[in-house]
């Protein structure tokens, strides 16, 4: 049977080979199945290999897929691929930029400076092609396999099957060599935001879909054009309603044009119309190669659940985001993030299955603010009606001059981590005056330490390991168990370190925390208080005490 | 919290009046448009207070 490819490949990284499953008399039984070789299929797979769980990662392709696609990657994803032995190839890959301007039609309307916050080992934003971010990882995994990573990728082999079977879940895998028939105990189902998974198991993706569409036109240039990210309303090239111009590496730029929603794709994508869009934008006189162009229209949907019994969506399987504030794979790595330590933990006996409505109320939680802040970007972008076209127009003529403006202006905001405010893990706040952005369920804020910094010094990944944080605070043992989980616990002390002093302490001369293995707070305390802090574990791991 | 004042509030009300729509003379109907976003952007941001701006649309949408 034929098994054509739906997109080209960056890189052939894993081709099909036959596995001695697909001549096996009975279905051969995984503990977790990965469905999808992306970013977010990758990351979990890493993760959960770290941990020591064997994990099968299925792709229907051989590789990383060609496009620069998701190109803006945040600080927090950065961290939590640090953790995994990732995030510096990956960060001195790419192009670091913290200005930006903003032009309507012909005329600057304002600048704006990230302001990268100090004492983080990590910046606010890069930027880096998407199938680089992909390769980083899997590079990660090549590296240790070798040194017994129990993780396995399968390359052209596609899930035509799925069932649900109580205790695991039955598939059958499409391969070149026809099909064969597989078990999981867990599937997880990372195979993006067309996710036949879901299809197959009539899982509803409900949401808006915006009337628009974007060229993406990624071209190289030698052209000094700062690393900056410029956007325009209404551009003068009159190339699009607006028009995006990113850095990438490699002497690449990405240009985004939006061009409506009743456009012939097939016309607007021949290499001369492409060309002569990027001309009209950048000047006749600038030489450029177009290296890739595609167009894209956006949607803010999810999923009412993203766990199913034996299956759990992540990524843009459970929820989709329109581009503008980089809310995708920044988000897909928060879910893996979350979901890694808690299937651990329950593989393990240490926690209870329903740990995973956590994973579904965190995670919705976090799509929740993603789409609400992806969506009114999109309105402000492209005005959904002639009077919010009135009050866009306004705000941007107000800006030029005013700078109460400025802050209403919205050509996206930008992924921040999500804090999980409410979140049935949280233990209430037990320090008072302590900051509002470590409270229960804040991921901790990086902080320098000595010659590092703090991140990674919290938590390491090849367990699910809670975390007792004490700063100032006299904490009589090295390690702190309860629940058969043991925590080791770190002392530090904010004297002459006045960014972890702002950061966890406050006004108060010396704190308590626990933190979850995603390096989310648990809970904290003004002091050492064992019982309070078992409670609190056993809430974390959604133990019924 | 502030309320919303729907008190008598302005000194000259006809001479204000007159300067609103003074400011819309000779414009046609897109620059009027675009004038009144502007000025309701100046005004909500002098104003501040979120339940003030709240009660004020409530009462705007009432009134149609």
Redesign the interface.
């Known amino acids: 049977m034929s098994f054509a490819d739906r997109y080209t490949l960056a890189y052939r990284a894993y081709p099909y080979e036959k596995s001695a499953d697909q001549e096996s008399a009975q279905p051969v039984r995984h503990r977790v199945v990965v469905v999808g070789g992306g970013p977010v299929g990758l990351a979990l797979a890493l993760d959960l290999g770290l941990k020591g769980v064997p994990v099968l990662v299925l792709d229907d392709h051989e590789g990383i897929g060609m496009g620069s696609r998701a190109i803006c990657f945040a600080k927090r994803p950065l961290e939590i691929l640090d953790r995994l032995g990732c995030g510096e190839p990956v960060v001195e890959k790419g192009v670091v930029w913290n200005l930006g301007k903003v032009f309507h039609r012909d005329g600057l309307v304002y600048e704006f400076n990230l302001l990268p916050e100090e004492g983080h080992k990590f910046p606010a934003f890069i930027n880096l092609q998407q199938p680089y971010f992909e390769k980083f990882i899997l590079d990660r995994i090549r590296e240790l396999q070798p040194q017994g990573l129990p993780v396995e990728i399968r390359g052209k082999n596609r899930v035509d099957a799925v069932e649900q079977r109580g205790d695991h879940v039955a598939l059958t895998v499409m391969t070149p060599d026809g099909p064969y028939a597989l078990e999981a105990d867990w599937l997880l189902a990372c195979d993006g935001a067309a996710s036949p998974l879901r299809t197959m198991l009539g899982l509803g993706f409900e949401g808006e879909v915006f009337k628009d569409s974007f060229l993406i036109a990624d071209v190289r240039m030698k052209a000094d054009f700062p690393t900056e990210r410029w956007f325009w309303f209404d551009p003068p090239s009159g190339a699009g309603a607006s028009q995006l111009l990113h850095k990438q590496p490699d002497d690449v730029w990405r240009i985004d044009f939006q061009i409506g929603w009743d456009v012939d794709r097939k016309e607007e994508l021949k290499e001369e119309n492409v060309r002569r869009r990027v001309r009209n934008m950048l000047g006749e006189e600038v030489e450029f190669d177009l290296v890739w162009s595609s167009i894209y229209t956006f949607q803010c949907r999810r999923m009412s659940k993203f766990w199913h019994d034996r299956v759990i969506f992540a990524g843009d399987a459970a929820h989709q985001v329109s581009p503008f504030g980089a809310r995708g794979a920044n988000s897909g790595l928060q879910d893996t993030d979350n979901l890694a330590w808690k299937l651990k933990l329950i593989l393990d006996g240490k926690a209870p299955v329903d740990l995973l409505a956590s994973y579904d109320w965190e995670r919705i939680h976090g799509a929740k603010e993603n789409i609400l802040n992806s969506t009114r970007s999109t309105d402000f972008i492209t005005p959904k009606s002639e ?1 919010s076209q ?2 866009r ?3 941007l ?2 800006a030029a001059e ?1 700078d ?2 400025r802050p ?1 202006v919205n050509s996206g905001r930008l992924s921040v981590p999500c804090t999980y405010d409410g979140s049935p893990l949280n233990s209430p706040d037990a320090l008072p005056e302590g900051p509002a952005r470590s409270r229960p369920g804040s991921p901790c804020a990086d902080a320098p330490l000595g010659d590092g910094f703090l991140l990674a010094r919290l938590g390491d990944v090849s367990d699910a390991r809670f975390q007792i944080l004490a700063i100032d605070a006299p904490v009589p043992d090295d390690s702190f168990s309860a629940h058969g989980i043991d925590c080791p616990v770190l002392k530090l002390s904010a004297e002459g370190n006045e960014l972890l002093r702002e950061r966890y302490l406050g006004g108060q001369p010396g704190a308590v925390y626990l933190l979850r293995p995603d390096q989310h707070v648990a809970g904290r305390w003004p002091n050492w208080q064992p019982e309070a802090v078992a409670a609190a574990l056993a809430r974390a791991i959604a133990l019924e005490v | 919290m502030a309320k919303l004042d729907t008190s008598r509030n302005l000194a000259r009300p006809d001479d204000l009046y007159a300067r609103l729509i003074q400011a819309h003379e000779g414009k046609t109907k897109a620059q009027s448009d675009a004038l009144n976003a502007r000025l309701i952007l100046l005004l909500m941001n002098h104003i501040g207070d979120e339940a003030v701006i709240a009660e004020a649309l409530r009462l705007a949408e009432g009134a149609g």
Do not use: C
Request: without cysteine.
């Open positions: 009077i009135i009050f127009n306004a705000v003529d107000l005013h109460f403006a209403l």
